[in-house]
């Protein structure tokens, strides 16, 4: 089971303030074998374990969160966990507002697809807002889809918090606070019985009486003294500035080839030019996003209890290593493992910025980058490039292809492909959208195209399965529809015909999922055959 604590802390935390050590002489975790084994045991009561789908255990947790980059990320690691129930999410007040980072936490959720689940809001403390909210609150946002509004009012946290614990039965509840611990206190001081349905606390900062306390402690001492004082088990991180784990350029490239929701969030979120300087100069590090990688496999660290502090426990053992590859795994999730990443030949990396594309493009990138991942973006980009003009089939073709490898499991070069899309345009161009993103190619040898009977359809080989697709009659009518009226008022492959495509085709390429576009039928091939 697992369970947990969280950021570090020694020389600069995340926002940028002195952290240092616990009192008593230079902050150790002191511990013997024996109480380590007691340690666990509580984290096992804390985590209480329920079956999921997968014959795995899941933990029941709340998540109040002040929605710092860092949270963000840790949420997207979160919600990718098969190892987290997430009951609850409340924001406070610390890096964003409770409101700012309410509104915020929607969008998060939306792109997340997060099923859905109660949500709070803090109260404002009413305190000089840090100097780095409008980052917290700005930063990046605005390139994520807009969710719908929530109605009013917006539940408050404490209510929430007391609701779900109130439900809780024999499973005991994991509270992961990110931020200040206000919520959690205000309800332990209305309802004291409360801390009977939590089995522990995963707490981002140190305790109140450390001898430098992290902010989140400051911004709310009396709260965490409360809650540091009311018995309950409290898991905390607290690093070395030489231990942290850098989130510098490398990390975020390794992040860029993967195609999972997490990873798209973590990567639009850290794309923009003032985290990428950050980056540069070293300063961001991996702070929050532990409680995600602790909650999804403790087994890669230790925790042990502080000396006279027989109720609050830290990190005895940490590999920045494991952690590097952890954080990796848990952001590639299931996606990745079914569609292997596209390695460039002679580019570094392919192009995202989209002050690197034309005005017309530019502003749909960070959607089609979110929506359909960067596995499909560089298939449809090189599609594009390689076909001369953007086209309607084309790109479906692209999509036919990823979609093709996804469902089989197959990597670039491995799948033979038979197009019916014949060779007569516009239908025909499907065909070069297929070739860039199976790697089928006519070189190779490996996809041929059928002229007879001409169908927006493919069939996709791969070992003893086969795969058959077309796109769906009414996309198909659709389609056909859209390309006759163009047609009809500006005539064929006229220059207006040619740019109206393109704006047509920008609306297909952004809102057709490629998991809802097409009929497919997955069959196995006799053996001999």
Aim: charged share 25%; proline share 6%; hydrophobic share 40%.
């Amino acid at each position: 089971m697992k369970l947990v604590p969280k950021r570090p802390n020694n020389g600069k935390n995340k926002r940028g303030n002195p952290a240092g050590v616990w009192s008593g002489g230079a902050m150790r975790c002191l511990a013997l074998a024996v109480v380590a084994a007691a340690a666990a045991a509580m984290l096992w009561i804390a985590g209480a374990p329920r079956e999921s789908a997968g014959h795995d255990i899941k933990i029941p947790i709340i998540i109040d969160t002040d929605m710092a980059l860092d949270d963000v990320g840790a949420l997207a690691l979160i919600a990718g966990s098969g190892h987290a129930e997430i009951e609850a999410i409340v924001t406070s007040d610390g890096s964003s507002s409770p409101r700012a980072g309410f509104e915020n936490l929607l969008r998060i959720l939306k792109f997340l697809e997060v099923p859905e689940i109660s949500l709070g809001m803090g109260k404002s403390l009413g305190q000089v807002p840090p100097p780095w909210r409008e980052h917290s609150e700005a930063l990046g946002w605005a390139r994520l889809p807009e969710a719908a509004p929530f109605k009013e009012p917006v539940p408050d946290a404490v209510s929430v918090i007391t609701r779900v614990l109130s439900k809780t039965e024999e499973n005991k509840i994991t509270y992961v606070c990110l931020g200040p611990l206000t919520n959690l206190a205000e309800v332990l001081r209305i309802n004291p019985s409360a801390k009977e349905q939590i089995g522990g606390i995963l707490y981002s900062g140190t305790p109140p009486k450390a001898q430098n306390p992290d902010w989140n402690t400051l911004r709310d001492e009396k709260s965490a003294q409360a809650v540091f004082s009311s018995g309950l088990p409290i898991y905390t991180f607290s690093f070395k500035e030489a231990d942290l784990l850098n989130f510098d350029l490398d990390f975020f490239r390794e992040i860029q080839k993967c195609s999972s929701r997490s990873c798209r969030l973590i990567e639009l979120l850290h794309r923009d030019n003032r985290i990428q300087e950050r980056m540069k100069t070293g300063h961001l590090k991996v702070w929050d996003e532990v409680v995600a990688l602790y909650l999804n496999d403790s087994s890669l660290w230790g925790m042990e209890p502080v000396q006279g502090k027989p109720s609050v426990f830290c990190l005895s053992k940490w590999d920045r290593k494991a952690a590097r590859s952890a954080y990796l795994e848990l952001a590639a999730g299931i996606e990745d493992q079914k569609l292997s990443p596209r390695i460039p030949v002679v580019l570094k990396q392919y192009p995202v910025n989209p002050a690197d594309f034309r005005d017309d493009l530019s502003p749909l990138i960070p959607k089609i980058v979110a929506v359909h991942g960067i596995e499909e973006w560089k298939a449809t980009l090189l599609t594009n490039e390689l076909h001369r003009h953007l086209g309607i089939y084309s790109i479906f073709g692209a999509k036919m292809g990823i979609r093709a490898r996804e469902i089989l499991g197959a990597s670039l070069d491995e799948l033979r492909v038979e197009s019916q899309a014949g060779l007569k345009p516009p239908m025909s161009c499907m065909n070069d959208g297929l070739q860039v993103a199976t790697g089928a190619s006519l070189g190779r040898g490996t996809i041929r195209v059928s002229e007879e009977k001409p169908a927006a359809a493919a069939t996709f080989t791969f070992g003893q399965k086969r795969l058959h697709m077309r796109i769906k009659d009414d996309i198909s009518k659709r389609i056909q529809a859209d390309i006759k009226t163009i047609v009809k008022r500006f005539g064929a492959l006229t220059p207006q015909y040619f740019e109206e495509v393109r704006n047509l085709s920008f609306r297909y390429w952004a809102d057709m999922n490629r998991a809802q576009i097409f009929e497919e039928v997955l069959e196995n091939i006799p053996e001999g055959t």
